[in-house]
């Protein structure tokens, strides 16, 4: 009788979380992952939190029980069954369910991508604007740094195959099935039974944090860029900063991101042409390129900050459970990543060689600062344009997470929800939103170093999710199955991305130290 309810219980619970799933992926299929395709792909990390907000609030008097077999036992009330593939059966007509899943793609018409789209996401990942502080990395890497950017991909293609396989597990059957959709699913397993939501809040910290530090990174850059374009006019770097603000603050407002996410296809075809430009101007001067100012030695001082930069710049695991379960072909994922991460090796290693042979020491932490004013001009209104409109995409990311896990879980919460009873944002809320846009620029004022915060992020929260915890969980999870060189590749990965990520973490913030130290002092 026990093993009967317990078997019972664990079939609920696993209609639970599938039906989640059906709905999440609904949804961000619904709203397109070829339209919101932003190079930080913040879009597809918010499903996470979102995956997780429904499977921990839904009810389960609102499920209805599949029709019995002929011979079969009934089903426990609520024990839905949702197929990956869609073949399932669909929920009685007119339910609340059939409801959810036609508003959001669900059932078998439920839309998923190929393998060619979901690449074109991680590749909008990890080729965004923030190539652009490359070849600084080069100034103080030579050809280690070179090496870094083909290592880092290596590995960041490593640990985003590992992650998908801690979602899977083999049932008594013997077959593979998927039994988890999201790194927080994933980090919560990791710490179960004694702490079974700690993972899950680490990882949600480390998002939060990543999400933040890129608003701050866009509004560093809009600043810095219009500073460099205008240099003529009486207008400081932190004026600029507090316009491109002012142009931001409507953010406060979102509801969603359906006119934003409109903007973001175009926005990173832009961006692929400015870089095309950038090379191009490069190839005119191969004359003039100064292949003896490429160092085989370091700096030691400035080499770890170089390390968060190229981190930070291959930073995509924590989309890719969402990415991955809403493919058509699952199997088609390790392909994919493999052809994404060479050509993101073969773009970023030859754009940041070539960048730096054409300016050599006068190299700037955004290159495109190098260029000659008539062209330079240009080039930074659009990559200013392209900041500016992908801005949203992490802000209304880190406040969904942020009242979701502060304002909106009733008695989990030691705060008011932040939402009325007709759904509308309170006032204190708003202002809320507001203080955040405020506190991205009060930080890209103080801190107006783009390779320094890039660094930092990078060593913090990139080498965090994308080395440390993958390869830990891994090991945590699937360690009875690995052959001894996986078990080897995870400690390596765990102990060199440990050691890189403390020390660029420990350089980039004493850099900044000192850059503040001097900013006061002048």
Same mark, same amino acid.
């Given at each position: 009788?026990?093993?009967?309810?317990?078997?019972?219980?664990?079939?609920?619970?696993?209609?639970?979380?599938?039906?989640?799933?059906?709905?999440?992926?609904?949804?961000?299929?619904?709203?397109?992952?070829?339209?919101?395709?932003?190079?930080?792909?913040?879009?597809?990390?918010?499903?996470?939190?979102?995956?997780?907000?429904? /499977?921990?609030?839904?009810?389960?008097?609102? @499920?209805?029980?599949?029709?019995?077999?002929?011979?079969?036992?009934?089903?426990?009330?609520?024990?839905?069954?949702?197929?990956?593939?869609?073949?399932?059966?669909?929920?009685?007509?007119?339910?609340?369910?059939?409801?959810?899943?036609?508003?959001?793609?669900?059932?078998?018409?439920?839309?998923?991508?190929?393998?060619?789209?979901?690449?074109?996401?991680?590749?909008?990942?990890?080729?965004?604007?923030?190539?652009?502080?490359?070849?600084?990395?080069?100034?103080?890497?030579?050809?280690?740094?070179?090496?870094?950017?083909?290592?880092?991909?290596?590995?960041?293609?490593?640990?985003?195959?590992?992650?998908?396989? +801690?979602?899977?597990?083999?049932?008594?059957?013997?077959?593979?099935?998927?039994?988890?959709?999201?790194?927080?699913?994933?980090?919560?397993?990791? +710490?179960?039974?004694?702490?079974?939501?700690?993972?899950?809040?680490?990882?949600?910290?480390?998002?939060?944090?990543?999400?933040?530090?890129?608003?701050?990174?866009?509004?560093?850059?809009?600043?810095?860029?219009?500073?460099?374009?205008?240099?003529?006019?009486?207008?400081?770097?932190?004026?600029?900063?507090?316009?491109?603000?002012?142009?931001?603050?409507?953010?406060?407002?979102?509801?969603?991101?359906?006119?934003?996410?409109?903007?973001?296809?175009?926005?990173?075809?832009?961006?692929?042409?400015?870089?095309?430009?950038?090379?191009?101007?490069?190839?005119? /001067?191969? /004359?003039?390129?100064?292949?003896?100012?490429?160092?085989?030695?370091?700096?030691?001082?400035?080499?770890?900050?170089?390390?968060?930069?190229?981190?930070?710049?291959?930073?995509?695991?924590?989309?890719?459970?969402?990415?991955?379960?809403?493919?058509?072909?699952?199997?088609?994922?390790?392909?994919?990543?493999?052809?994404?991460?060479?050509?993101? +090796?073969?773009?970023?290693?030859?754009?940041?060689?070539?960048?730096?042979?054409?300016?050599?020491?006068?190299?700037?932490?955004?290159?495109?600062?190098?260029?000659?004013?008539?062209?330079?001009?240009?080039?930074?209104?659009?990559?200013?344009?392209?900041?500016?409109?992908?801005?949203?995409?992490?802000?209304?990311?880190?406040?969904?997470?942020?009242?979701?896990?502060?304002?909106?879980?009733?008695?989990?919460?030691?705060?008011?929800?932040?939402?009325?009873?007709?759904?509308?944002?309170?006032?204190?809320?708003?202002?809320?939103?507001?203080?955040?846009?405020?506190?991205?620029?009060?930080?890209?004022?103080?801190?107006?170093?783009?390779? @320094?915060?890039?660094?930092?992020?990078?060593?913090?929260?990139?080498?965090?999710?994308?080395?440390?915890?993958?390869? @830990?969980?891994?090991?945590?999870? @699937?360690?009875?199955?690995?052959?001894?060189?996986?078990?080897?590749?995870?400690?390596?990965?765990?102990?060199?991305?440990?050691? +890189?990520?403390?020390?660029?973490?420990?350089?980039?913030?004493?850099?900044?130290?000192?850059?503040?130290?001097?900013?006061?002092?002048?």
């Amino acid at each position: 009788m026990a093993t009967l309810i317990r078997s019972k219980l664990s079939n609920v619970a696993t209609s639970v979380s599938h039906k989640s799933q059906a709905k999440v992926s609904g949804m961000f299929a619904r709203m397109g992952f070829q339209a919101a395709t932003d190079e930080e792909a913040v879009g597809f990390a918010h499903c996470d939190d979102l995956d997780l907000e429904h /499977r921990q609030g839904l009810q389960m008097d609102i @499920l209805k029980s599949e029709p019995s077999e002929e011979g079969a036992e009934p089903p426990v009330e609520g024990d839905f069954h949702y197929q990956r593939d869609g073949s399932g059966p669909l929920p009685p007509s007119g339910s609340k369910e059939q409801g959810m899943c036609s508003e959001f793609g669900g059932g078998q018409d439920k839309p998923k991508i190929t393998a060619w789209e979901a690449g074109w996401n991680v590749t909008n990942a990890i080729q965004g604007m923030f190539v652009l502080g490359l070849p600084y990395a080069i100034l103080h890497g030579g050809y280690l740094g070179l090496f870094l950017i083909i290592f880092a991909a290596v590995v960041c293609c490593y640990t985003g195959k590992i992650l998908i396989a +801690c979602l899977y597990e083999e049932n008594e059957d013997g077959e593979i099935v998927r039994v988890r959709d999201s790194y927080v699913d994933i980090a919560n397993a990791c +710490c179960s039974p004694r702490f079974p939501k700690l993972g899950g809040r680490i990882v949600n910290v480390a998002q939060i944090i990543e999400l933040v530090m890129t608003c701050i990174l866009y509004v560093v850059v809009s600043g810095n860029l219009m500073y460099n374009s205008f240099p003529s006019l009486p207008v400081s770097q932190k004026s600029w900063s507090i316009i491109a603000t002012a142009a931001l603050l409507p953010c406060a407002f979102l509801k969603n991101l359906k006119a934003v996410s409109k903007f973001s296809l175009l926005c990173t075809l832009a961006h692929f042409v400015i870089n095309i430009l950038v090379i191009a101007y490069c190839m005119s /001067r191969a /004359r003039d390129w100064a292949w003896e100012k490429v160092k085989f030695y370091i700096d030691v001082k400035k080499f770890p900050i170089s390390i968060g930069i190229i981190v930070f710049s291959y930073t995509s695991q924590i989309f890719l459970p969402s990415l991955e379960g809403n493919m058509q072909k699952p199997k088609e994922f390790h392909c994919m990543m493999n052809w994404t991460h060479i050509a993101a +090796c073969v773009l970023k290693g030859l754009f940041a060689l070539v960048a730096y042979l054409t300016w050599a020491d006068e190299t700037k932490e955004v290159i495109t600062d190098n260029l000659p004013s008539t062209i330079r001009a240009v080039v930074n209104i659009f990559l200013v344009a392209k900041a500016l409109l992908s801005y949203p995409l992490p802000f209304f990311a880190a406040v969904e997470v942020l009242e979701k896990s502060l304002f909106q879980e009733g008695s989990r919460t030691f705060l008011p929800n932040c939402y009325g009873g007709d759904g509308r944002l309170k006032p204190w809320g708003l202002t809320l939103r507001c203080a955040l846009v405020v506190f991205t620029l009060l930080m890209a004022i103080y801190v107006p170093h783009f390779a @320094l915060l890039m660094g930092l992020t990078g060593s913090l929260t990139g080498a965090g999710l994308c080395f440390l915890l993958p390869s @830990l969980f891994h090991l945590k999870l @699937l360690w009875r199955k690995l052959l001894w060189h996986h078990v080897f590749f995870d400690a390596a990965i765990f102990l060199i991305g440990g050691i +890189c990520s403390v020390s660029g973490f420990v350089h980039s913030l004493e850099g900044l130290i000192e850059a503040y130290r001097t900013n006061s002092e002048d």
